[in-house]
């Protein structure tokens, strides 16, 4: 099933979770919040490349998702078990605990 | 058709804003997986039912699902939850919301000014899909399979650390 | 037999290398033999050269010796050169003469001191730095001699420089003497921009052409002559000179006496084309020698201190030799520099031996009696302070002085209210001078060492002194017997006014006048010293003399002017800017830097929001730039 839709209105749709999802990053301070914050962002851009690609009817858009798709996949694994060395190291999940690369 | 799509966009930016602003990790984290259902029916409108699956598959049924489990282990509960609402205050969302504001309000500008109409009227089948991931894609795929071994083998050696020095009864 | 005239200021100044260069390893003997051997080898040259010269007068009466080319920048060539004519042939004489004889005398002098090889080195470059400077073809050579002998002054009134009053002292010398160089090079500077060359001939044959009063040539003369007052210490730049007697008794005797203080006499008389062209220019040179000597001989009433009455004394002969020239008597002044060198020159080696005498006591009213202690030595002495009195008929002969104060009475620019000015100078001179004979050698004894004074001391001050009392032999056959070769020797360098009394009997009444000065000085001061003591004791001690008796011993108060009015706020201006506002900018420039460090560095805090935060800042602003682009 499909209708055309408006591309202005998927757009800033994506525009709409982007920011959301980058206030979250900016306002949480617990870790998990944080990388749950920075998926809201990727699926956003998904979003919008997903949106483009129909506008021009073509795969292209549905490819890109597919990548960003697969790279937020790796990247929380990888992120999680981090997570799980913070918790090791720190003894919280505070990120404010972790400034040991201040200037 | 076209309300299917605007409600469901609807949904989708409710349950992100309310995902964000929970103090419950599980809670945060199942308004999450609800806002991905959202956008899966978005893709569908949008004649994109490759991807639609995909985002419920892998979106919201792996990865957060691992999030799920992680936050299971990590024991992240009430008194995490109790500091979450201490630390979030009105004051702590003052300078990130107008942030956020400012860059939505430039996007906006940008996104609705550029009159490009509508999308197309036929679907985008799988076959598709898959003509072009086997064909001028071909060489992202292969990088895209190295990024998951990386991935594997990171996750892997990392979360092997991790798991000697828990704390008893996990 | 001329040729050799290039080696007369170079065997001083390989002397200096040679000392310089030899180092501690030279014995003393050996330093003794380099420094006098140059400077004799020098003298017996200059004689040679001199006679030559009177024999075969060469055509213009000067010879020149090109040495080589010292630059060449566009039209700007000038070249080491040497220029012999009668005024430079009389200078160098003398210089070299009566330095050989100082030289001798040092090394006795000198003796017990640890600096004796710097000493001589200094001495020699002070010898070959002034030849240069009297020899000189053009003015960029004569400046370099000027600054030469600037320097060995600096060096040689420091010579103690451990005691911090002296090191003072020859910093004051060369700060005041600098004012005067500057405005010697300014005036330097302007006589070649508009004359296209600095070769001393050709710039008076060319200043010749100008008429009278025009302001090129009264500017570069006005500066000149503010040279000159500076380096022959005159009114207003003269306080350095009584401070300079900090420096041992034959740099006195050298270079603050007979050489280096004449230098500005010797640049006016050079130049005197120059000086003619300007009157209004000459006139002042008049002015300031007249001041001079009536002010020099004033403050030489006060002082306590053997030498600094001999500078001031110094200071008023040459404020004669200023005031001759005002009125355009070139020989005369020159006659006066030759006399003044010996007899003034033998004065202070006679005051040096008077404070070997005395076990390095300089305060005249500590010494006494020294008559009976050093027979030879008085009877030496009071020769010279007779040529200095000028009494005529005592030594047989006639004087420089009474020559200028002719000259003076008869020249149109001067007149007879310079000469009332010489005349009262005259009897001032004899009253000061003899207030020092009477003091020193006569009176009670009050202190003597046993030490025996060497007679390498002796014998270079006899021979000055012998030759400062028949100094007036020239003078003597001119009045006498109307023989004038001196002054005809010395006109072909620079010609004069002939100038005579309209009556016989004119210069017989001048004379009389001239010694009557000169007799009532010392007659006064004989009445006040020796017999009526009290009388100067009673006036000294009333609050008017007080005051004049300090007045007097100060100077005249222009220390304390100079003090006032430049040295306080120029030091409080230093003060005020002793953070040095330049700097001040470039201090800012990395103040800002590192202040813009420290804040910029609060940013890496280790806080990942912040870090995040940061970027969508980024964000924002670049799609807004986006945007507004």
New interface residues.
Partial sequence: ?????????????A????????????????V??????L??ML?AC??AF??A???????????M???I??????????G??????M??HFGS?D??V?????? | MIAVFYISAAIAVAATVLAITRTNAVHALLYFICSLLATGVMFFVLGAPFVAALVVIVNAGAIMVLFVFVVMMLNVGPQTAEQERILLGPRTWIGPAFLSGVLMIELAFVLVGYRAGTTTAPIVPPKAVGMALFGPYLLGVELASMLLLAGLLGAYHLGQGAMKSKEPGA | MLRLLWLVPMLPLSGFATLIVGGRRLPRRMVSAVGIGSVALSTVLAAVVSVAFVRTTPPDAAYVQTLWQWMRIGNFAPAVAFHLDALSLTMMAVVTFVGLLIHVYSTAFMASEEGYRRFFGYMNLFVGSMLILILADNLLLLYLGWEGVGLCSYLLIGFWYKDRANAQAAMKAFFVTRVGDTALAIGIFLLFVSLGTLQIQPVLRSVSQYPPGTSLCTAAAALLLIGAIGKSAQLPLQIWLPDAMAGPTPVSALIHAATMVTAGFYLITRMHPLFLVAPAVLFAVAVVGAVTLLVAALSALAQHDIKRVLAYSTMSQIGYMFLAMGAGAWSAATYHFVTHALFKSALFLGAGIAIKACDGEHDIFKMGGLRRHLPLVSQAFLAAALTLAAVPPLTLTFNSKDLILNEVWLSDVAGPAFWTIGVVGAFLTAAYTFRLVFVVFFGPEQRRSESRVSRWMLIPFAILAFLGAVSGLPELLNAAFGIQSFYHFLHSAMPGPARDFNSAGGPWIFQAIYVAASLAGIGLTYLLYRRASGILGFVVSTTMGVRLHDLLTAGWGFDWVYQTLIITPYVRLARLNRGDFVDGVYAAVAGLSYGTHRVLSRTVNGNVRWYVGAISLGAVAVVGLVLVL
């Fill in positions: 099933m499909m209708a055309p839709v408006p591309v202005g209105a998927g757009l800033l749709a525009a709409v979770l982007f920011c959301a999802g980058l206030t979250g990053v900016l306002v949480r301070r617990n998990l919040f944080v990388l749950l914050s998926e809201v699926n998904g979003l997903v949106v690609g129909a506008h021009w009817g073509q795969a292209d858009g549905q490819v998702y597919f990548f798709l697969t790279m937020a996949a790796a990247e929380m694994a990888v999680l078990s981090l997570v799980l060395q918790r090791r999940l990120t404010h972790m400034n040991r690369m201040r200037g």
